[in-house]
């Protein structure tokens, strides 16, 4: 049994974690920015010796991608110098370090699914303040740890793309939804699950980068028109190109993972991104 420490447990994989671990045997420690601050180095440093933490679990993340633009310095505080807490404490400490990371850390340029030593290069200041959340990691190399990205993910949990998706399409006759970006989503239950699986079988003297999402390829356009087809909602998809949906942060056109190197390190199989889906729209209760 294992002193695992949660951050970030009200969000997505976090409340995913939470429900899986009510069958583990594991002894969970469950925090957020409400009663623990990571950005806190001495704080974290004495809850983790007073709870003899052996691993850390980090999904925390500030993830409001367009805000990010004009909140480097938030951005900046959790995705980069809470991180570079983390792992100095992981080091220190000798705790093993799982750190969830992002597709974003690319820039959607590339004509194959990214293998995770492919180059970096964020197209947006999310991305950017991951990947310097990355490069803390590696620089400071805490033993058994390693780093997952991960992306469009979404939960029964929290808000995300497929939750928008259904209030609008219960409210709305027709959407307009962006065709050319291109990726795979990841059911955040589906991930902690792998979280979970890896977890005891982790033993590298070298930080590793890991890449997980569920099976496919799609377009957000080709996930909208797929939820509304399970949940019989007859509200038209129409797609468009990312020009006529102007946000203040560029996203990456493509940013399909490779998950080889996941999958053959540690004998895992991927659900297909339509199999999750259907599962996450039954326990919302919304699938027809």
């Known amino acids: ?8 447990s009200s969000g997505q994989l976090g409340c995913e974690l939470k429900d899986l ?16 601050d990571i950005g806190d180095f001495q704080k974290i440093k004495t809850y983790c010796q007073t709870n003899s933490i052996e691993v850390i679990i980090n ?21 980069y110098l809470a991180v570079k807490n983390l792992a100095t404490i992981s080091k220190e400490l000798n ?3 799982i750190h969830i990371s992002t597709d974003y850390v690319f820039d959607g340029k590339n004509y194959k699914p990214y293998c995770e030593d492919d180059k970096t290069n964020p197209v947006n200041y999310y991305g950017e303040s991951k990947l310097l959340g990355e490069e803390a990691i590696k620089e400071i190399n ?26 609008l399409g ?13 990726g795979t989503p ?14 005891p079988k982790l033993k590298n003297n070298k930080v590793e980068i890991y890449h997980y999402s569920n099976e496919g390829v799609l377009s957000w356009y080709d996930f909208a028109k797929e939820i509304m087809k399970m949940t019989k909602l007859e509200c038209q998809i129409d797609p468009i190109q990312t020009i006529d949906y102007p946000t203040p942060a560029a996203r990456p056109c493509y940013s399909l993972l490779n998950k080889s190197k996941i999958k053959n390190d540690f004998n895992i199989k991927i ?18």
């Open 142 to 167: 805490p033993n058994n740890s390693i780093i997952i990205r991960t992306s469009w993910l979404y939960s029964s949990y929290g808000a995300n793309f497929v939750k928008t998706m259904l209030k």
């Open 271 to 288: 659900p297909y991104w339509k199999d999750s889906l259907s599962e996450c729209l039954t326990k919302l209760g919304e699938r027809r």
């Open 1 to 8: 049994m294992s002193n695992i420490l949660l951050t970030g």
């Open 95 to 97: 705790i093993k370090l």
């Open 21 to 36: 671990s009510n069958s583990s045997h594991d002894n969970f420690f469950f925090t957020s920015h409400d009663n623990l």
């Open 170 to 182: 219960k409210t709305k006759e027709s959407l307009g939804v962006i065709y050319e970006q291109v």
């Open 59 to 79: 999904s925390a993340a500030y993830t409001a991608v367009d805000k990010a633009q004009s909140e480097k310095e938030e951005a900046n505080k959790i995705n």
């Open 186 to 199: 990841t059911y955040a239950k589906d991930l902690a699950n792998t979280i979970l699986h890896i977890l």
